[in-house]
Every structure is written in C-alpha cells, then in structure tokens.
C-alpha cells in the first residue's frame, strides 16, 4: 500500500492499494492539507510505498 503525505506537517493525505498519478491524489483534496491547510503542489508531498502487513 502506499500513502501521500503533507510535507509541510506529515499528516496522511491519501493512501490506499492503487497507485494512482500524484496529481489526481491531490485533486480528490483539493490540493489542500486537511490538517494544516497548506496548499500542496508537486513538490510538497511525500509519497511513501509501505510494504502490505497481512
Ligand atoms: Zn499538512
């Protein structure tokens, strides 16, 4: 699974099992942080690909 965070605060923006282009993550918020409001651009997230636990 993989998860996009804020890079300005580290909250989770998105994550789930598809990986989906970065751009389209960000418009289902509205490019926005939800917990600290910043607007994100391509190069204010992280994205991080964690390994599934089962
Ligand atoms: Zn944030």
């Not at 289902?28 to 939800?34: A, D, G, I, Y």
């Amino acid at each position: 699974m993989f998860e996009i965070t804020c890079g300005k605060c580290g909250a989770p923006i998105y994550s789930g099992v598809d990986l989906k282009p970065a751009k389209d993550m960000l418009k289902l918020v509205s490019n926005r942080c939800k917990k600290c409001g910043a607007l994100l651009s391509d190069q204010d997230f992280i994205v991080e690909v964690k390994p599934l636990q089962t």
